[in-house]
């Protein structure tokens, strides 16, 4: 009969964590290479407890085996950094195997591998395991008595375990053992903040694969893992986690995982802020675990350094070890800022090396106080240290003290070099060592002659004298820098003059810091309260106003962007984004536009240079750091301050004064995604800016983009020319100056809407991007996209104000009444305004020179206008007579040299007569654009002959094949265009933007390019919208191509990749510390498929081509990544196709939209030199036959083609 166990016991068997054991990694004998993750096979399964099933859930996998966790590589320290004293804290009093009381309602026993020690009793599945199914705390052990035959009770205050023993020997063994070691210890009925285990950190995370959260428990060195709070405030709990093997690394939004030798803890935190929380725990908790404390005991024993030399903080745990002082951590920091050849700082607990027994027996002779009788011999009060010092006075008072020697008591030889060398000798042959350290730091040479042979130096004296001590703090000053306050003005200047101290303070809410721009809305409820401070230069965040250790800081130094958004991006109206040196963006929010513009303005005061004051009077919308050069200097990056105000972007460099370049009228602007480098060119001056960190200079790049574009519908917020014409007029006069000046009817024939619509949307988001050729664009649709701007032009180019009066004029009979009046008018507009309509009359009175040919006299040219500029129905009269009066008038109204407008208009005729010779020659291609066999949907159809201009990109190649075709687009036809390659047995879609030319140099005769659908582009949208950031990890299969020396890895092995915004990473294992491989990700192709002949292990393959772009080393690379499932393979190429296109991987508005709006091509293919330059020889050959025969075939076929 088995025993019955107690209903009231509520005896539990603790859940399955770590799947069945078949899957887990056994200390002596585990596999350490890892496997890919598979995802297919799925198994049911249940946690099961006494009561029964806890939880009926499905994981994919081991969860924390080799096939059903995230791994990451492992930076942190493993197995081999354990605590020297772990054993000796932990050490085991019994185990062995027993059966476990079986989960209530079953019949049979559970054989446990069972350990105690002094704080549990603790029960595995096999002697194997590292971590166990269920943990008791001898704390809460009540009672220990035998119980029928070899069987045993456990019991604590609210449950009983009944274990069985293989014979009565070993069952009364056990009772004895814990019985003793429960025996005369305090008992415990709730777990309370004064017990052993009082937590640093505890509350729910969720365990990837369950559904059920756990609670957890990180206390000192430890993580503890419990069914729930019930469990744990009675001491019953599920495992323990030793933290001197672990290491923490995030994985993304709210995950992070725990990694050991031995299993992988896959973590969920509920918020984004309480995953921060998390992981600073558990660094806390690895840090206290791999320090030691017996250096730290020790030099405490000497009560003087048990107070921080500095501020007398208690305890501290650092020390400068070449000074000889005891410091806190506070002071530590400040410290570290005098540099190394000043002050050598090391941990107490965790620079165990460092801290010979020599270095301890210095530190316990010297001591703080006495020390301080000599770097403190003379501190005024008023400028002594205490443990709530600021860190701005922490760091003056420790600069005066060590690095001036401020404060020190000087030696009597102080200033005689050779008597100061000379006591040095003779004192090292004593054991002085606090007058050694005086006569050190108050001139005395280290490394000074002794005058004797066998002893050079007073390092080999004190050694020869058997002065151990001596030679140590010798030793450790060899190449110190000797404090001296005539020096303090030859101290390395900073670039800029240190900011005035701000200080602010008050509530903000805040999102968790990013490592990418914030593109997407942030709800309110994705911000947390906290109180922030700004003081001494160090931007803080707390919990809340009551707390006093903040959750973060960030130091003036570290910011180098900050910007203020615009109302109603975020849920919050009012939010500002800080960057930091450290790649990371933190976004605050408030919903008062006057906390906000004060936080935005003390802390840019805080972080910008006096230097660059005037940029802080600005209203600007970001501000900031970058590294540039300038026209003049090409050799040498720069430090430049820049702030963005509006369409001005205002810089400010070392030794100039503050210029401002007005982007709206930049000649050039462009983005180098190569070199990370934005181009402005603007009148005689041309700026570099590089992007030495990618994350607040893509965002400058956006802001200084969208700033430079159209900024909306008045004519002084278009972007214009040096002579402030807007771009849009200025490129349509341009362009029918050089093509239409004659053209029948310009002006009064309308183009064609869809085309004048696409050229409208063009120039309005970039007029400057955009060159009107002839053969692209029609006349027709230039000229009505003209008029059309002028049309929609808010408030018109005579302003709204003003235009009664400008066509009240036009009604005035006498000639020279008007024409004052209009000179009038003409000087009361604004300037862009009164710029813009001198361009566009003297176009327009050029225009009707030629109407002879062009049939548009001053009236027709008015009757146009008239309505247009005026923006009136066309039914008043007064505005096609206003502007018929300014043609006709156009020298007396603009005053305008009538010289050089008859040489504009001979330049204009020359142009006409150039263009009537070459019409009257055979039409000839424009140089630069190719004929190229494209092929629809599959090769054994019909090939299309197609030009392809150097600017004609992957999405307009598709748009002309199907319309060659008339296939209809529907809703979510991904078409795309594809570079086959068939020997390779490898094809890649190109990138909707992506230029064909280039492609088609490249590609050999045994590849081609392919229109065709797109399958998988719907799921790769979807899969990438799912994601926070556009990065990936995991395990692949490797092969690399072989090389001509038969090097690299020739079949297929696993290793670890990590993929993320800047590079890709290869570690040859999940615990790797260094990549085996780096590459650039903008550098990399991926193409989909591999050969088949490099027998790979699955059929979802990827091939990847790496060139550098250097030009002194040109590299290129081949070689083969095998995923397991093709969703896998999708997942990967998606986040490579999302990295190199900055997430823009197919348009947005769909391909429907894009068909509608472009341009449509010309057909006409010119001259036969205009021949195919890919495909086999006899399709070469074939088609330089069709040319020759007949010039325009190709294009007349395919034009009334129909599929």
């Given at each position: 009969?088995?025993?019955?166990?107690?209903?009231?016991?509520?005896?539990?068997?603790?859940?399955?964590?770590?799947?069945?054991?078949?899957?887990?990694?056994?200390?002596?004998?585990?596999?350490?290479?890892?496997?890919?993750?598979?995802?297919?096979?799925?198994?049911?399964?249940?946690?099961?407890?006494?009561?029964?099933?806890?939880?009926?859930?499905?994981?994919?996998?081991?969860?924390?085996?080799?096939?059903?966790?995230?791994?990451?590589?492992?930076?942190?320290?493993?197995?081999?950094?354990?605590?020297?004293?772990?054993?000796?804290?932990?050490?085991?009093?019994?185990?062995?195997?027993?059966?476990?009381?079986?989960?209530?309602?079953?019949?049979?026993?559970?054989?446990?591998?069972?350990?105690?020690?002094?704080?549990?009793?603790?029960?595995?599945?096999?002697?194997?395991?590292?971590?166990?199914?269920?943990?008791?705390?001898?704390?809460?052990?009540?009672?220990?008595?035998?119980?029928?035959?070899?069987?045993?009770?456990?019991?604590?205050?609210?449950?009983?375990?009944?274990?069985?023993?293989?014979?009565?020997?070993?069952?009364?063994?056990?009772?004895t053992v814990l019985q003793d070691c429960t025996s005369g210890r305090q008992r415990h009925t709730v777990m309370n903040p004064g017990s052993p285990l009082a937590p640093d950190y505890q509350g729910y995370l969720e365990l990837k694969g369950l559904r059920s959260k756990l609670y957890t428990v990180v206390a000192s060195d430890k993580v503890f893992l419990y069914k729930n709070i019930d469990d744990y405030r009675i001491g019953l709990g599920i495992t323990s986690i030793e933290m001197n093997v672990g290491n923490i690394k995030d994985s993304d939004r709210r995950s992070f995982d725990l990694t050991t030798p031995y299993r992988i803890f896959s973590f969920i935190a509920e918020s984004e802020q309480m995953r921060e929380q998390w992981v600073n725990a558990m660094r806390d908790a690895i840090g206290e675990a791999l320090s030691n404390s017996e250096v730290a005991e020790r030099i405490w024993a000497e009560s003087s350094n048990s107070l921080c030399a500095d501020c007398e903080a208690p305890k501290p745990e650092w020390?400068?070890?070449?000074?000889?002082?005891?410091?806190?951590?506070?002071?530590?920091?400040?410290?570290?800022?005098?540099?190394?050849?000043?002050?050598?700082?090391?941990?107490?607990?965790?620079?165990?090396?460092?801290?010979?027994?020599?270095?301890?027996?210095?530190?316990?002779?010297?001591?703080?106080?006495?020390?301080?009788?000599?770097?403190?011999?003379?501190?005024?009060?008023?400028?002594?240290?205490?443990?709530?010092?600021?860190?701005?006075?922490?760091?003056?008072?420790?600069?005066?003290?060590?690095?001036?020697?401020?404060?020190?008591?000087?030696?009597?030889?102080?200033?005689?070099?050779?008597?100061?060398?000379?006591?040095?000798?003779?004192?090292?042959?004593?054991?002085?060592?606090?007058?050694?350290?005086?006569?050190?730091?108050?001139?005395?040479?280290?490394?000074?002659?002794?005058?004797?042979?066998?002893?050079?130096?007073?390092?080999?004296?004190?050694?020869?004298?058997?002065?151990?001590?001596?030679?140590?703090?010798?030793?450790?000053?060899?190449?110190?820098?000797?404090?001296?306050?005539?020096?303090?003005?030859?101290m390395d200047p900073e670039p800029y003059?240190?900011?005035?101290?701000?200080?602010?303070?008050?509530?903000?809410?805040?999102?968790?810091?990013?490592?990418?721009?914030?593109?997407?809305?942030?709800?309110?409820?994705?911000?947390?309260?906290?109180?922030?401070?700004?003081?001494?230069?160090?931007?803080?965040?707390?919990?809340?106003?009551?707390?006093?250790?903040?959750?973060?800081?960030?130091?003036?130094?570290?910011?180098?962007?900050?910007?203020?958004?615009?109302?109603?991006?975020?849920?919050?109206?009012?939010?500002?984004?800080?960057?930091?040196?450290?790649?990371?963006?933190?976004?605050?929010?408030?919903?008062?536009?006057?906390?906000?513009?004060?936080?935005?303005?003390?802390?840019?005061?805080?972080?910008?240079?006096?230097?660059?004051?005037?940029?802080?009077?600005?209203?600007?919308?970001?501000?900031?750091?970058?590294?540039?050069?300038?026209?003049?200097?090409?050799?040498?990056?720069?430090?430049?301050?820049?702030?963005?105000?509006?369409?001005?972007?205002?810089?400010?460099?070392?030794?100039?004064?503050?210029?401002?370049?007005?982007?709206?009228?930049?000649?050039?602007?462009?983005?180098?995604q190569d070199n990370e480098v934005m181009v402005l060119v603007g009148k005689g001056r041309t700026l570099y800016i590089e992007g030495k960190r990618k994350l607040d200079f893509s965002c400058w790049c956006a802001a200084i983009q969208a700033a430079a574009g159209s900024g909306g519908d008045r004519l002084h917020e278009q972007q214009l020319t040096e002579t402030d014409i807007p771009v849009i007029v200025d490129s349509c006069i341009n362009y029918i100056t050089q093509c239409g000046m004659v053209s029948e009817g310009i002006y009064r024939k309308s183009g064609v809407n869809s085309r004048v619509a696409a050229l409208c949307e063009r120039f309005r988001h970039d007029a400057r991007s955009l060159c009107l050729r002839e053969g692209e664009h029609q006349v027709d649709d230039v000229s009505n996209t003209l008029k059309r701007f002028f049309r929609e032009l808010k408030e018109g180019v005579f302003t709204t104000q003003d235009s009664p009066s400008w066509l009240s004029t036009a009604t005035i009979q006498d000639e020279s009444t008007k024409i004052s009046q209009y000179k009038k008018f003409l000087n009361k507009l604004p300037h862009v305004n009164k710029a813009t309509l001198q361009t566009l009359i003297k176009h327009l009175y050029c225009v009707q020179h030629f109407s002879d040919e062009n049939q548009m006299n001053n009236h027709n040219l008015a009757i146009v206008f008239g309505p247009t500029l005026f923006q009136t129905d066309g039914k008043d009269y007064a505005a096609g007579r206003a502007i018929e009066d300014l043609i006709e008038h156009y020298k007396l109204i603009f005053e305008v040299d009538e010289q050089q407008l008859n040489k504009q208009i001979e330049v204009i005729e020359v142009i006409h007569k150039m263009r009537n010779l070459k019409n009257l020659q055979p039409p000839s291609e424009r140089g630069g654009d190719f004929i190229c066999t494209v092929y629809l949907e599959e090769k054994a159809s019909g090939e299309r002959h197609v030009k392809i201009p150097g600017s004609m990109t992957a999405l307009e190649l598709t748009l002309e094949i199907l319309d060659q075709r008339n296939i209809p687009i529907k809703d979510k036809d991904y078409w795309s265009c594809w570079e086959i390659c068939c020997k390779e047995e490898m094809e890649r879609p190109l990138h909707y933007q992506e230029r064909v030319l280039p492609i088609v140099h490249s590609i050999g005769t045994e590849s081609h390019l392919l229109i065709k659908k797109h399958a998988a582009m719907e799921a790769i949208t979807l899969y990438l919208s799912s994601k926070p950031d556009a990065s990936k990890h995991g395990m692949i299969k490797f092969r690399e191509e072989r090389s001509i020396l038969g090097l690299g890895l020739t079949s297929f092995h696993e290793r670890y990749f990590i993929l993320n915004y800047n590079s890709l990473r290869m570690y040859k294992d999940v615990r790797s510390n260094r990549p085996e491989r780096e590459w650039p990700v903008k550098n990399l192709k991926v193409y989909l498929g591999i050969k088949k002949k490099l027998r790979p292990p699955t059929c979802w393959g990827l091939t990847v081509l790496y060139e550098s772009m250097k030009q002194e080393k040109p590299e290129r690379q081949q070689w083969y990544l095998c995923c397991e499932t093709q969703s896998e393979m999708r997942e990967w190429y998606a986040t490579f196709l999302s990295i190199q296109y900055d997430g823009n991987v197919w348009p947005q508005d769909g391909l429907q939209h894009k068909r509608v709006s472009r341009e449509l091509p010309d057909t006409r293919h010119g001259n036969v030199s205009l021949i195919p330059l890919r495909g086999s020889e006899n399709e070469m050959r074939n088609s330089v036959a069709a040319f020759s025969q007949d010039q325009l075939a190709v294009g007349s076929s395919a034009s009334s083609d129909v599929p």
């Open positions: 009969m088995l025993a019955t166990v107690n209903e009231n016991s509520n005896d539990y068997e603790e859940p399955d964590l770590f799947g069945p054991a078949g899957h887990r990694m056994n200390p002596p004998e585990r596999d350490m290479s890892l496997q890919v993750p598979n995802y297919t096979k799925k198994r049911p399964s249940s946690l099961c407890s006494d009561d029964g099933v806890l939880d009926d859930y499905e994981y994919e996998g081991s969860l924390h085996s080799q096939q059903g966790s995230f791994y990451l590589p492992n930076t942190g320290v493993l197995a081999s950094t354990m605590k020297e004293d772990t054993s000796q804290l932990s050490a085991v009093i019994k185990m062995g195997w027993l059966d476990k009381n079986p989960p209530q309602g079953a019949i049979y026993y559970q054989r446990r591998w069972v350990k105690l020690d002094a704080d549990y009793l603790r029960y595995f599945d096999t002697d194997k395991d590292v971590y166990s199914k269920g943990i008791i705390s001898t704390a809460f052990i009540t009672n220990v008595t035998t119980v029928g035959e070899l069987k045993f009770e456990v019991v604590t205050n609210n449950r009983t375990f009944i274990f069985r023993a293989e014979s009565e020997a070993e069952r009364n063994e056990w009772v020390a400068a070890i070449n000074l000889c002082v005891v410091v806190c951590k506070q002071c530590a920091g400040e410290h570290r800022g005098l540099g190394p050849s000043i002050s050598k700082v090391r941990s107490l607990k965790m620079d165990k090396k460092v801290w010979t027994e020599e270095l301890i027996q210095l530190f316990l002779v010297i001591g703080n106080e006495r020390a301080n009788s000599f770097w403190a011999a003379n501190v005024p009060p008023s400028e002594a240290l205490s443990p709530s010092s600021c860190s701005e006075e922490r760091r003056r008072f420790i600069s005066n003290k060590y690095r001036q020697g401020k404060y020190r008591r000087y030696h009597a030889l102080y200033g005689n070099q050779r008597e100061l060398n000379h006591a040095l000798c003779i004192n090292v042959q004593c054991s002085d060592v606090l007058e050694t350290l005086s006569l050190i730091f108050c001139g005395a040479d280290v490394n000074c002659s002794t005058g004797l042979e066998s002893q050079l130096s007073p390092l080999s004296l004190a050694t020869a004298h058997s002065q151990p001590l001596q030679a140590e703090l010798l030793n450790h000053n060899l190449n110190t820098e000797l404090p001296r306050l005539e020096e303090v003005d030859a003059p240190l900011p005035p101290s701000v200080s602010h303070n008050g509530f903000l809410f805040k999102t968790a810091s990013m490592a990418r721009p914030v593109t997407e809305r942030k709800a309110k409820e994705e911000f947390s309260r906290r109180w922030c401070t700004l003081n001494d230069g160090v931007f803080s965040y707390y919990e809340s106003d009551k707390n006093s250790n903040p959750n973060g800081a960030l130091k003036a130094s570290e910011i180098v962007c900050l910007a203020s958004d615009n109302e109603d991006r975020h849920g919050y109206n009012n939010t500002f984004e800080i960057y930091t040196e450290s790649e990371r963006l933190y976004l605050f929010g408030t919903d008062d536009s006057e906390v906000k513009s004060q936080w935005v303005k003390s802390i840019a005061k805080a972080f910008i240079p006096v230097s660059a004051e005037p940029l802080l009077r600005l209203n600007f919308e970001r501000i900031g750091k970058l590294m540039c050069k300038d026209g003049l200097n090409l050799q040498r990056s720069k430090v430049g301050w820049f702030a963005l105000e509006g369409s001005v972007l205002h810089v400010y460099l070392e030794g100039s004064q503050v210029e401002e370049i007005h982007l709206r009228k930049l000649n050039e602007l462009s983005i180098q």
